[in-house]
């Protein structure tokens, strides 16, 4: 049984509130868990101290037995200190696309001459 770290959504529509459970990786997102740890509320501030609470010593109990966290949760972990932060990098995103290369081409040589 594959274990999972994940949210699952509750709340009423426009006004989320996410748990933080413990469950099956093949379980549906808002169906059966076997362990609530925590949760999180987007609607509120970032510094307010209710938008996320959990506890981290099940935590680290529930890794120690094999359950991942989503990236969410992973990242949520990471601020708190429990895991390592996973840095991703895509700088080819970032570029512009092949026409618009063309057009700043372009406008530096309407600008050369």
């Known amino acids: 049984m594959a274990l999972k770290i994940r949210l699952a959504r509750g709340g009423t529509k426009k006004r989320p509130v996410y748990s933080i459970v413990i469950a099956d990786s093949k379980s549906p997102r808002d169906g059966r868990f076997i362990e609530k740890i925590g949760y999180y509320n987007p609607l509120l501030p970032r510094e307010h101290a209710e938008r ?62």
């Open 52 to 113: 996320l609470k959990f506890d981290a010593d099940k935590a680290k109990e529930w890794m120690g037995k094999g359950a991942l966290p989503s990236e969410r949760v992973h990242r949520f972990f990471a601020d708190a200190g429990l895991v390592k932060k996973i840095v991703r990098d895509n700088p080819k995103k970032a570029t512009p696309k092949a026409k618009a290369q063309e057009r700043l081409k372009a406008a530096q040589g309407a600008a050369a001459a």
